[in-house]
């Protein structure tokens, strides 16, 4: 099974970035839509068990309204990146609206690390953001939103695409509760005995 973007379509994004290092054995970890605190917290401890550190692509208007959880992922030693103010399709806004978004959310989450929602973005958004932001796209995507997916389906997901400096996205979201606290700890786990470590972006 594999539900990844193409990647003889990725050069196509021009300078983005979708996997780095890819001669070690590292795993960069990333959550994306947060901070919520039906999730978030979660998801921190699990890190905390198993010494684990994320970057974490935060929604701008999640961390006005949960500003509490936006601090405790700083103060438990993770990165963070811009995901939008409200998570936004770029394909449905004009570059000055994308960026005044995008912006917006700069104003709660401090960070030059940016990612698309949706991976939704145009080329002129992307010419434009690439002036004060790096933008991280994935190299795997679990798809722990996927209400048809099962635990199992998302662990497989993880395993199948495993390779060398992969950037990879789960969600601290209350539609991947389920399957992002059960798979987390199985991938961690899977990685770890493959010898691999985390990287932080």
């Known amino acids: 099974m594999n539900w990844q973007f193409p990647r003889i379509f990725r050069p196509l994004f021009g300078k983005v970035i979708w996997r780095k290092n890819p001669s070690e054995k590292v795993i960069y970890l990333t959550f994306d839509d947060g901070p919520v605190p039906e999730v978030t917290p979660q998801v921190l401890d699990i890190l905390d068990i198993y010494g684990w550190k994320a970057t974490f692509f935060c929604v701008g208007e999640n961390v006005q309204k949960y500003p509490e959880l936006y601090t405790d992922i700083l103060k438990r030693g993770h990165n963070i990146g811009n995901h939008s103010f409200n998570h936004v399709k770029g394909y449905e806004y004009s570059t000055i609206e994308y960026v005044d978004n995008v912006n917006k959310a700069a104003q ?52 199948y695409n495993l390779r060398k400096g992969s950037i990879v996205v789960f969600h601290d979201s209350i539609k991947a509760k389920n399957n992002v606290l059960q798979a987390l700890p199985l991938s961690i786990e899977f990685w770890e005995s493959r010898a691999y470590s985390y990287g932080l972006l």
Do not use: E
Request: proline share 4%; hydrophobic share 40%.
């Open 108 to 159: 709660f989450i401090d960070s030059k690390l940016f990612r698309p929602p949706y991976g939704r973005i145009k080329w002129n958004q992307i010419k434009a953001l690439r002036k004060n932001y790096d933008i991280v796209m994935w190299d795997v995507i679990t798809h722990d939103y996927n209400k048809n997916l099962c635990v199992d389906d998302v662990f497989k997901n993880v395993k």
